[in-house]
């Protein structure tokens, strides 16, 4: 059949997965990168993303007689693109902090799966039940008196019709209440925004426990497990303190939460 007298009914059916999942697939596989010249794809490709410059980190490899390296380096640096350093990063060392992190999520969301999901739509809403309600009541304020001056400006239409008020006097009323109106809009449009938030949020935090309990009990870093569990990695440029201790900071955003601040033990 030839595609101009082809149609396409969206909807009329139960689909095997939900839209958040296929969509999460389609950027699952925008990741997918080449093996390198070890026939390999790294563990992280695509996943790791510098935090100054927001380009994605390459790995770096190479082993002769004294030295073997295996590390991350940030795109930009590697290609002398823009003005940035190479946040360099050992891949050993960013496997153990992502795994330590993972299971320190999971293991938590084990003993506390009330609490953990809790937690996720706290640090992902607008800042929990009382403020909720508190840009419930402002929507629906907003609604009620962008009602009412819409039935403002009819009435001084009418009047100014009718002879009532001059058309001066109409501009100059009217002007100030649509004024109000588009004020009123803004806001309420605003306050459904953040509304929608909170409601996203916990579906949200609902998706990523599905994906927690199906790796609760894991031994190390896999590809599937990475990839389902994390969105992305920022890292950081490392930092030396007065003794000369390295540091450097990675930022972990999971799927559907983003970034998990777990509570201090």
């Not at 925008?30 to 010249?37: D, G, I, S």
């Not at 980190?57 to 693109?81: E, L, V």
């Not at 929507?139 to 009047?159: C, T």
């Not at 002879?163 to 209440?177: H, N, P, T």
């Amino acid at each position: 059949n030839p595609v101009e007298k082809q149609a396409i009914f969206e909807n009329h059916h139960e689909p095997i997965i939900d839209r958040e999942t296929w969509e999460r697939v389609q950027e699952l596989r925008k990741q997918r990168k080449r093996p390198n010249r070890y026939d390999e794809v790294g563990l992280f490709s695509g996943m790791l993303f510098c935090a100054d410059c927001g380009h994605v980190m390459y790995q770096q490899r190479y082993q002769n007689k004294n030295r073997k390296q295996d590390c991350y380096i940030c795109g930009s640096y590697k290609k002398r693109t823009r003005d940035c350093t190479a946040h360099f990063i050992r891949t050993d060392l960013l496997t153990a902090g992502v795994l330590s992190n993972l299971r320190q999520v999971t293991e938590y969301a084990a003993k506390h799966e009330s609490r953990f999901v809790k937690l996720l739509i706290q640090q992902n809403e607008i800042g929990g039940k009382r403020k909720t309600a508190a840009a419930t009541r402002q929507l629906e304020q907003a609604q009620e008196r962008i009602s009412e001056v819409s039935r403002i400006i009819k009435r001084l239409y009418e009047d100014n019709v009718n002879g009532k008020i001059s058309d001066e006097r109409f501009m100059e009323l009217s002007a100030d209440y649509e004024q109000e109106q588009r004020e009123l809009k803004d806001r309420a449009a605003a306050l459904q925004a953040e509304l929608d938030k909170s409601q996203a949020a916990t579906v949200n935090a609902e998706k990523f426990m599905g994906i927690v309990r199906k790796h609760l009990a894991f031994e190390e870093l896999t590809p599937t497990l990475l990839r389902e569990m994390i969105e992305k990695i920022v890292v950081h440029e490392c930092s030396y303190d007065e003794n000369g201790t390295r540091r450097q900071d990675i930022e972990i955003y999971y799927s559907f939460v983003g970034k998990i601040d777990l509570p201090e033990a």
